[in-house]
């Protein structure tokens, strides 16, 4: 099996033009992305005169991929931070911080040509059998993009996941979101990846419905229903020494009964505390994620959140002392304050991300991202450093 190439495939036009940025096996046992990024770019190169756009098609996990591992050393979508990007540029005897650089890279010099919007999308597959799916983080542009496509989407993984390459994209400002197509070996999971790959092409502006159906593309693949929201509350973790087994064979979505037996970890069961939905069970040797528990979003509440976050309400919260917007991104709220202070409505401002950066205040960071350059590897600076500047 040969190595596949960083950059799979790309179309360049105009950098006026939207740009759109497709990720495949960034864990290397999630060959279906790969199948259906190098099936559908072979389809529209041959209508490049239909596309106003730039695609990009960039390969994850290469050393992984050729041995059928999720990761080897070290999962790529954990290690998106300053701390692994400052390691990468030390250490040779892991494997992704070769992936890591690479990828960066050619994020780099795609980013530095672009002048217009840019969209970021990871193609991914699941352990266990499921119905497709967006996961994403909870900012404007995300939900703008993502309202009509007909798929689930997943709000919220951004308070429990660190280091995933759409969160530092995200922070730059760009459209970014992972799309689960299905099963890792089915075949099914193949099409679906190549259904949401036409769409995003539709949904971007990058090709009109007219010439996808020049292209041979069916029309059902561009005309979706309006999608359905569901928020993650709770993450199992788990470390690379425990012992995890789920109980039988969830399926995601699957609603479940308080007090139902799901797992097992280190030989302890694990109960489900309310009538959540499972999410994401894990059924695969590699995992740092067990399962989560989701919940339905009310359509109503998503509306009033966005007038709120258009209206920066937060802003009015700085007039109660203890509490202070150190930028546009961070509010800082003193300890005392927090259980006056609901979690709910610190989500509907936009902020998701708590944290603590002495012993009596907490920061919280809003996924609403003014649009920043990437810059170059060697000068990465966090977004959440400096965070005493106004």
């Given at each position: 099996m040969l190595k596949p190439k960083r950059l799979i495939a790309s179309i360049e036009h105009n950098p006026e033009w939207p740009t759109l940025i497709f990720f495949c096996c960034i864990?290397?046992?999630?060959?279906?992305?790969?199948?259906?990024?190098?099936?559908?770019?072979?389809?529209?190169?041959?209508?490049?005169?239909?596309?106003?756009?730039?695609?990009?098609?960039?390969?994850?996990?290469?050393?992984?991929?050729?041995?059928?591992?999720?990761?080897?050393?070290?999962d790529l979508n954990r290690i998106w931070t300053k701390s692994h990007l400052e390691e990468s540029s030390r250490k040779d005897n892991v494997s992704e911080y070769h992936d890591l650089t690479e990828i960066y890279n050619v994020l780099y010099d795609i980013l530095k040509r672009s002048k217009s919007e840019v969209y970021c999308i990871d193609l991914h597959t699941t352990s266990g059998p499921t119905k497709p799916f967006i996961v994403m983080n909870d900012a404007l542009i995300n939900r703008?993009?993502?309202?009509?496509?007909?798929?689930?989407?997943?709000?919220?993984?951004?308070?429990?996941?660190?280091?995933?390459?759409?969160?530092?994209?995200?922070?730059?400002?760009?459209?970014?979101?992972?799309?689960?197509?299905?099963?890792?070996?089915?075949?099914?999971?193949?099409k679906e990846l190549k259904?949401?790959?036409?769409?995003?092409?539709?949904?971007?502006?990058?090709?009109?419905?007219e010439a996808l159906i020049d292209m041979g593309i069916s029309e059902k693949y561009f005309k979706s229903k309006p999608a359905k929201y569901f928020e993650m509350i709770f993450r199992q973790d788990l470390k690379p020494e425990d012992n995890f087994k789920m109980c039988g064979n969830y399926l995601n979505f699957q609603k479940l009964e308080k007090g139902e037996r799901i797992?097992?970890?280190?030989?302890?069961?694990?109960?489900?505390?309310?009538?959540?939905?499972?999410?994401?069970?894990?059924?695969?040797?590699?995992?740092?994620?067990?399962?989560?528990?989701?919940?339905?979003?009310n359509r109503f509440k998503l509306k009033v959140a966005?007038?709120?976050?258009?209206?920066?309400?937060?802003?009015?919260?700085?007039?109660?002392?203890?509490?202070?917007?150190?930028?546009?991104?961070?509010?800082?709220?003193?300890?005392?304050?927090?259980?006056?202070?609901?979690?709910?409505?610190?989500?509907?401002?936009?902020?998701?991300?708590?944290?603590e950066i002495d012993g009596e205040n907490i920061c919280f960071t809003k996924q609403e991202r003014k649009l920043k350059n990437l810059p170059k590897l060697s000068s990465f600076v966090s977004p959440y450093q400096n965070l005493t500047k106004t």
């Open positions: 864990h290397g046992n999630e060959k279906a992305g790969y199948i259906a990024l190098e099936s559908f770019f072979e389809h529209i190169h041959n209508f490049p005169e239909q596309l106003k756009g730039n695609l990009y098609g960039i390969f994850g996990n290469q050393e992984a991929y050729l041995q059928e591992f999720r990761f080897l050393d070290k703008r993009f993502v309202r009509n496509l007909g798929y689930p989407v997943i709000f919220n993984v951004e308070s429990f996941i660190e280091g995933a390459l759409l969160n530092l994209l995200n922070d730059l400002g760009h459209v970014s979101l992972a799309f689960e197509g299905g099963e890792h070996y089915s075949k099914d999971s193949v259904i949401f790959c036409y769409k995003t092409l539709y949904h971007t502006g990058i090709i009109s419905a797992a097992t970890l280190n030989n302890q069961s694990i109960y489900a505390p309310k009538n959540f939905r499972i999410f994401m069970p894990l059924y695969q040797k590699k995992g740092e994620d067990g399962f989560f528990y989701i919940k339905r979003i966005r007038v709120f976050r258009n209206l920066q309400a937060e802003n009015l919260l700085t007039f109660i002392p203890g509490i202070k917007k150190l930028n546009f991104y961070t509010l800082s709220i003193s300890k005392p304050l927090l259980k006056f202070i609901p979690k709910r409505l610190m989500f509907a401002l936009g902020y998701r991300k708590s944290i």
